[in-house]
């Protein structure tokens, strides 16, 4: 076993941290305040070419390692979960369905939007359908070389900013997860629309709509697999992409509490530090071991799925285990911080906010706890 980062994966986090530091934390609590999405700093990540981290080199990316991605994703969302989720969504999952089943010319397509710094987004969820992806709703119809689509998918990250979606419908209802099926679209298609940016509580950078498709053509050569692959393509692809939700919360667990050891060697009470008092110590040290635990059940996953071996129920242990730590420290770190932590100015109240999604999204943490319990059964 060897824990050491190579030379290539220790550049990939200085140069992240470095962007973070520099180009998004000192300007992400106007953007959060605004609800604003921040286009500069995209632009600026695909400057430094950190927006296509998950772009394979024979497509004209960087060809960045499954760890490599999960390393930037980790430091981006040091400085906002938001921008970080911006960059998986579009990058990683959006663009994990192409590579698990997309044929070249796909692949070509899909990734020269990217390559463009264009964004890309992940079309699964509708109001009807969360947990249940068997359940969801939405039509594809064969109608010659075309599939027609209709119904409205929800919670979509970069929904109103994407130029081109994966989405994903059913061919017949009644057929369950037999009757789902994976198409790449654009976004400039007849027929799609989107709703208003959702007003969250946390990510408030990240744009989240609703997209609505109305009789929308789609060729058939934008099919992904066959007919009735689309479940089994979905899944590999959420399997694939929730070390990257993990890696975000454990960005977001890592501010916080770096922002609660400077405020305990800064803060005085009582003639002295309060990082003296053992309370908070106690306090940080479980901080910092829950941490340091995620990260490596996260860069395990990585291993694991580099290294072609059964990786799905590690991956959910990651997640699961991350976003629910994220919670724990972020909230920590604002009890730490006392009343200072509950003000907007100090950091860790963003980091609190930003925490909670990641027990929801891409599978919520009560699924991951039934992916795990299936495998400790199945022996």
Not at 70 to 86: F, K, N, Q
Not at 189 to 215: A, C, H, L, N
Not at 267 to 283: D, E, H
Request: proline share 3%.
């Amino acid at each position: 076993m060897d824990f050491r980062l190579s030379d290539e994966h220790i550049a990939l986090k200085n140069m992240a941290r470095k962007f973070a530091e520099q180009e998004i934390i000192p300007v992400i609590r106007e953007y959060d305040e605004k609800e604003e999405f921040p286009w500069d700093i995209i632009k600026k990540m695909h400057e430094v070419g950190l927006l296509t981290c998950g772009v394979p080199e024979e497509y004209g990316g960087p060809g960045i390692d499954m760890l490599g991605q999960i390393i930037v994703t980790e430091e981006l969302c040091y400085g906002s979960a938001g921008v970080g989720a911006t960059m998986a969504a579009s990058s990683l999952l959006s663009a994990e369905p192409v590579i698990v089943a997309g044929n070249d010319a796909q692949k070509k397509h899909y990734f020269d939007v990217l390559n463009e710094g264009k964004l890309g987004a992940f079309c699964l969820t509708e109001p009807g359908a969360g947990s249940d992806v068997a359940g969801l709703s939405m039509t594809a119809k064969r109608d010659g070389d075309y599939y027609i689509l209709n119904g409205t998918k929800q919670f979509i990250t970069n929904g109103g900013v994407a130029d081109i979606y994966t989405v994903f419908a059913t061919t017949d209802k009644n057929l369950k997860y037999k009757g789902i099926i994976g198409f790449i679209v654009d976004r400039n298609t007849p027929g799609i629309s989107v709703g208003p940016e959702e007003k969250k509580m946390g990510i408030r950078t990240s744009d989240t709509r609703q997209v609505i498709f109305e009789d929308v053509r789609v060729p058939v050569e934008n099919r992904l697999g066959e007919e009735g692959e689309g479940f089994s393509i979905c899944m590999k692809s959420l399997d694939l992409s929730r070390p990257s939700v993990a890696a975000e919360a454990i960005g977001i667990a890592q501010r916080a509490f770096d922002i609660a050891v400077k405020y305990c060697k800064e803060r005085v009470a009582f003639g002295q530090p309060i990082g003296n008092f053992q309370a908070l110590r106690f306090m940080l040290a479980d901080m910092a071991m829950e941490i340091e635990a995620a990260r490596l059940l996260t860069y395990k996953a990585c291993w694991l799925a580099m290294n072609n071996e059964p990786f799905n129920y590690m991956a959910s242990y990651a997640k699961c285990y991350a976003a629910d730590m994220a919670m724990r420290v972020t909230t920590n770190a604002v009890q730490i911080l006392g009343g200072y932590g509950y003000l907007r100015e100090y950091g860790v109240e963003m980091c609190m906010r930003d925490a909670k999604v990641m027990q929801i999204y891409e599978g919520t943490n009560q699924i991951q706890r039934v992916v795990i319990a299936n495998h400790i059964f199945r022996g």
